[in-house]
Antibody, heavy 121, light 110 residues
Framework: EVQLVESGGGLVQPGGSLRLSCAAS????????MSWVRQAPGKGLEWVAN????????YYVDSVKGRLTISRDNAKNSLYLQMNSLRAEDTAVYYC??????????????WGQGTMVTVSS | QSALTQPPSASGSPGQSVTISCTGT?????????VSWYQQHPGKAPKLMIY???KRPSGVPDRFSASKSGNTASLTVSGLQAEDEADYYC??????????FGTGTKVTVL
């Protein structure tokens, strides 16, 4: 079964750090662009970052540049999001999502169940 | 990187049709044929319903159709069913390997 499973969410104080993980199974992980997409409570979806198949290219939404870092380990079939200098506005459910094809513009066809990050003192 | 604009809500009776718009700019929706649509039920992950403007993934009913004209994309759900009640989000490639989502539309089946 093709699957993405996120973990690592939790409660963190403003200015703190957290590392999210996404474990992939059922497909050749290294053949796809991967993304993180977040959803603040009661709000819409927001694309956060993506990473190329070999990890050589990474792109971010402006609001997280310099604070959040996407990475991957194809040998472990895993995607990561290192979150530093966290702010209250980073509070959200974080989903990992697979691009459906070889290109960065391909639609997100597989989603994880999400992991909740709460930034609060 | 501004969100695409969708109406907050739309509704229709069972069997009727509802159309949702998604308005962007020439830098996203209007500039590329890479618009996709996602359905999200409460507490669940989004599900891909349409990709590349008007293509349906395997398993998505043909009641779901979509199109694009200029900077505006549209999703139409025909023959509304109770299970179609959900939030719907459009998304577009926005150039420079980035993506943008719409503000979301809550569809209610009356």
């Amino acid at each position: 079964e093709v699957q993405l499973v996120e973990s690592g969410g939790g409660l963190v104080q403003p200015g703190g750090s957290l590392r999210l993980s996404c474990a992939a199974s059922g497909f050749t992980f290294g053949s796809y662009w991967m993304s993180w997409v977040r959803q603040a409570p009661g709000k819409g979806l927001e694309w956060v970052a993506n990473i190329k198949q070999d990890g050589s290219e990474k792109y971010y939404v402006d609001s997280v540049k310099g604070r959040l870092t996407i990475s991957r380990d194809n040998a472990k079939n895993s995607l990561y999001l290192q979150m530093n200098s966290l702010r209250a506005e980073d509070t959200a459910v974080y989903y990992c999502a697979r691009g459906s094809g070889w290109y960065p513009w391909d639609a997100f066809d597989i989603w994880g169940q999400g992991t909740m990050v709460t930034v609060s003192s | 990187q501004s969100a695409l604009t969708q109406p907050p809500s739309a509704s229709g009776s069972p069997g009727q049709s509802v159309t949702i718009s998604c308005t962007g700019t020439s830098s996203d929706v209007g500039g590329y044929n890479y618009v996709s649509w996602y359905q999200q039920h409460p507490g669940k992950a989004p599900k891909l319903m349409i990709y590349e403007v008007s293509k349906r993934p395997s398993g998505v009913p043909d009641r779901f159709s979509a199109s694009k004209s200029g900077n505006t994309a549209s999703l139409t759900v025909s023959g509304l069913q109770a299970e179609d009640e959900a939030d719907y989000y459009c998304s577009s490639y926005a150039g420079s390997n980035t993506r943008v989502f719409g503000t979301g539309t809550k569809v209610t089946v009356l």
